[in-house]
């Protein structure tokens, strides 16, 4: 009909540009970038931002592992349950984990692994905290435990929120103890 483009092969329509509203349908499939750094581009809406190029999307599974300052902290391989969404520069991780065996842990407890690297630098947005449901995760702590993200790495370092102080986690994880968290972060 008039009013509108319609690309098609042999009678089905694949893409169709309608003339009253210029928005474009697709019939079935994606759009497809073919070129790395091309996206979905918002500078005609009002804005200050230094970019409003939407160009990139990922999910997947990552595996995350406990480093400490001597000694080990291990991760039931079983449960170490852990997403991610990348949209943009921004990536949420979260999963669910499970400690299978400690063996004499000293220093301080970091999750590792993350799927993209923590931004560098001193701007707000290289900064991200991560939320957590611990089961047993240290045995002396009777506070909130939290995480911080470290800036440049793919390590979140454990701390425990305890009467007004921030303290590092003691690596003094017990076998068997879980904890569930999320924290998204810039790249």
């Not at 979260?94 to 590792?112: E, H």
């Not at 923590?118 to 611990?134: D, K």
Request: hydrophobic share 35%; net charge negative.
């Amino acid at each position: 009909g008039y009013g509108k483009l319609i690309l098609a092969t042999q009678s089905t329509a694949r893409l169709t540009v309608h003339e009253s509203s210029g928005d474009v349908s697709i019939a079935n499939g994606n759009v497809v970038m073919a070129t790395s750094g091309k996206g979905i581009d918002f500078s005609a809406t009002s804005g200050t931002g230094t970019s409003e190029l939407l160009n990139d999307y990922e999910e997947g599974t990552w595996d995350a592992f406990f480093v400490t300052g001597g000694g080990t902290v291990t991760i039931n391989p079983a449960s170490n349950q852990c997403r991610y969404t990348k949209i943009g520069r921004l990536v949420t991780v979260q999963g669910d984990i499970s400690v299978s065996s400690v063996s004499s842990p000293t220093g301080p407890l970091l999750i590792s692994g993350l799927p993209y690297t923590i931004a560098a630098g001193t701007e707000g947005n290289a900064y991200s905290a991560m939320s957590v449901f611990p089961s047993g995760l240290e045995a002396t702590a009777t506070g909130q435990i939290v995480g911080y993200g470290v800036v440049g790495s793919v390590s979140i370092y454990m701390y425990r929120y305890e009467a007004g102080t921030i303290i590092g986690l003691a690596p003094s994880a017990k076998a068997a103890s879980e904890f569930a968290f999320s924290m998204t972060y810039s790249v």
